[in-house]
């Protein structure tokens, strides 16, 4: 893939399965054997094909009247970074995960800034690493 094509598959791939938190549009833009980091204050979370979908499901269940507003979209030939904060109402679905550690304090809002970086093998995503300015579960299960 050229630039272009990268930057246009950067931004269907946040249209299609992100803003619309649809885990059934994920095989068209992950490969299965995704591999993809996520940098916690203790931790590395090491993620895959199925905690991606896992999370999308979780975000639909989860997040109301959600805002991505994108701050930066860089691309190159078969790799794309972006970064974007996030905003969204959260709707507590039982103890555990996010709830307890932000959106409580928060006032049932979500607020945080991602940045994601996205390596591309044969038109998909094949590894990604994410970083956010708040810790989260992104194994976190509804």
Same mark, same amino acid.
């Given at each position: 893939? &050229?630039?272009? $094509?990268?930057? $246009?598959?950067?931004?269907?791939?946040?249209?299609?399965?992100?803003?619309?938190? &649809?885990?059934?549009?994920?095989?068209?833009?992950?490969?299965?054997?995704?591999?993809?980091?996520?940098?916690?204050?203790?931790?590395?979370?090491?993620?895959?094909?199925?905690?991606?979908?896992?999370?999308?499901?979780? &975000?639909?269940?989860?997040?109301?009247?959600?805002?991505?507003?994108?701050?930066?979209?860089?691309?190159?030939?078969?790799?794309?970074?972006?970064?974007?904060?996030?905003?969204?109402?959260?709707?507590?679905?039982? $103890?555990?995960?996010?709830?307890?550690?932000?959106?409580?304090?928060?006032?049932?809002?979500?607020?945080?800034?991602?940045?994601?970086?996205?390596?591309?093998? $044969?038109?998909?995503?094949?590894?990604?690493?994410?970083?956010?300015?708040?810790?989260?579960?992104?194994?976190?299960?509804?």
């Amino acid at each position: 893939m &050229d630039r272009e $094509e990268t930057l $246009e598959f950067a931004r269907t791939l946040m249209k299609e399965v992100w803003e619309s938190f &649809d885990s059934s549009a994920v095989a068209r833009f992950y490969h299965r054997d995704v591999v993809g980091s996520h940098r916690r204050p203790n931790e590395t979370q090491e993620l895959g094909y199925a905690d991606v979908v896992n999370r999308l499901d979780w &975000d639909k269940q989860t997040n109301t009247n959600a805002v991505f507003d994108y701050r930066d979209l860089i691309a190159d030939e078969d790799r794309f970074a972006i970064r974007y904060a996030y905003r969204a109402d959260f709707v507590p679905q039982g $103890e555990g995960g996010m709830q307890d550690r932000h959106t409580a304090a928060a006032g049932g809002k979500i607020d945080v800034e991602m940045i994601y970086f996205y390596h591309l093998r $044969e038109g998909k995503v094949a590894d990604f690493w994410l970083q956010a300015n708040v810790d989260f579960d992104y194994k976190a299960k509804p």
